[in-house]
Every structure is written in C-alpha cells, then in structure tokens.
C-alpha cells in the first residue's frame, strides 16, 4: 500500500484566519514533504521532514508554519495568508531522505487552497 | 547540478495509437528518475522510475520508459493510448544528495477519440 492521505481537499479561508492542512502515511516512512503547486506549473519543494525533525527549509515565508508530531503525520499550519498563497498543497513520503530506490517519493491527492 | 527538459509541453493523439513524451536530463553522475502522472485536480502518481537498474522500465498502465546514457534521455512510451491517460506527465530526476526531486515543466497529453 502507497498511501498518502490529505484533508481536507478543499480548503477556502481568509487572510486573517488560521487553518491547517494535514497529511498522515501508515507505510513506516520517516521522511514526509510539502509541496506547493500553483495552476499549470510543477510541484514546489517547501519543507522537508526527517525522522520527526525538520530537514530543508526551501526559505518559505513564516505564514507557513510545519509540524510533524510523529512519523505518521504531517501539518502544515497557515496564519495570514495572501491571496497569492493560493495553490494545491501537496505531501509525500518516502522511506528515508536517501538515494535507494526504496527512497521514491508517493504523494498524496493535495489540499486545494484558496485564499480570499 | 541536475535538470530535466520535457521537449513538448503538450501532445496530441488518437485513441489506439502510440504515446512518446520526451524527456531529456542533465546529471554530474548516474542519476535516479522518475515518471509521475498528474490528471485534472488531482495529485501526482508514480508511473516508473529508474534506479541504475534495467535500462528499460516497465511502469503501471502499460507504460514504459527507456534510460539512454549516450543520449541523456529517458523518454515515457505506450503502444496504444488509451482516453484514460489523458493526464499531465511530469518527468523528474533526483538531486544527488539527499531525496530532493527537479521536475520538469510537464507535458498534457491529451487523447482524442
């Protein structure tokens, strides 16, 4: 099983709210990624998460905060958006932050997120 | 440091007949690369990858792709398209440390019936 799961799928918030976006994988990976990807464009790197501790941070802006509370889950947690923000949030997981084949990444369905 | 070019941003072809989605990369070593597929609002799935293992890769759906060192390409192949592969096509290869992936900028294949 590859599984990724992500909720909610849709997610429509203000810019002064505060929202999280969650992503869980049962497939004993240790190492979870956010992506962002805006319309007709590839995925973009935004954090990386090894062994329950953040790894790459790709210089994204504070208003997007990660947490990983164990090696099952992902969060990403969003405070004062922009409306430029908006974007299909993407996770994935891999067995480990390696070069093995073993390493490939499996990716959830997304979040797509609107900010108003 | 590592890239991927995807030589058509869209490609065109009838129900039944072959797919080629081209994909040429650039690595200081022997790179690992991949295949995702991504339809409409959805998220990206893992059709192939190649590891330094075979040279030609045998994916899901009838897919397959062939890795070619002299011609740094590894370009996504089917003999016959099928309205269900109507998708977008990422090519990708991985960084040289760590897992960090380069995508290239997608190919939309669309299937005509």
């Known amino acids: 099983d590859t599984e990724v799961t992500q909720t909610p799928k849709h997610l429509v918030m203000g810019m002064t709210n505060k929202k999280s976006l969650k992503c869980e994988q049962h497939?004993?990976?240790?190492?979870m990624y956010w992506y962002k990807q805006k319309a007709k464009k590839p995925p973009e790197l935004m954090f990386v998460?090894?062994?329950?501790?953040?790894?790459i941070n790709e210089s994204v802006p504070s208003r997007f905060s990660p947490e990983c509370p164990n090696s099952s889950l992902l969060n990403l947690h969003l405070h004062a958006l922009q409306p430029e923000d908006s974007a299909l949030y993407l996770c994935a997981s891999s067995q480990e932050l390696g070069q093995l084949p073993t390493d490939t990444q499996y990716f959830g369905p997304g979040t797509r997120l609107t900010v108003l | 440091a590592q890239s991927v070019t995807q030589l058509d941003s869209h490609v065109s072809v009838s129900e039944g007949t072959p797919v080629l989605l081209r994909c040429n990369y650039s690595s200081s070593y022997s790179p690992s690369l991949f295949w995702y597929v991504q339809h409409p609002n959805k998220g990206l799935q893992l059709l192939l990858k190649?590891?330094?293992?075979?040279?030609l890769v045998k994916g899901i759906n009838g897919f397959e792709a062939e890795f070619k060192k002299s011609e740094t390409s590894f370009h996504l192949t089917k003999p016959s398209a099928h309205m269900s592969d109507a998708a977008e096509y990422f090519c990708v290869v991985r960084m040289e440390y760590g897992n960090k992936l380069v995508f290239g900028a997608g190919t939309i294949l669309r299937v005509k019936s």
């Open positions: 998460y090894s062994y329950e501790k953040l790894s």
């Open positions: 190649y590891t330094s293992a075979a040279t």
């Open positions: 497939m004993g990976h240790r190492a």
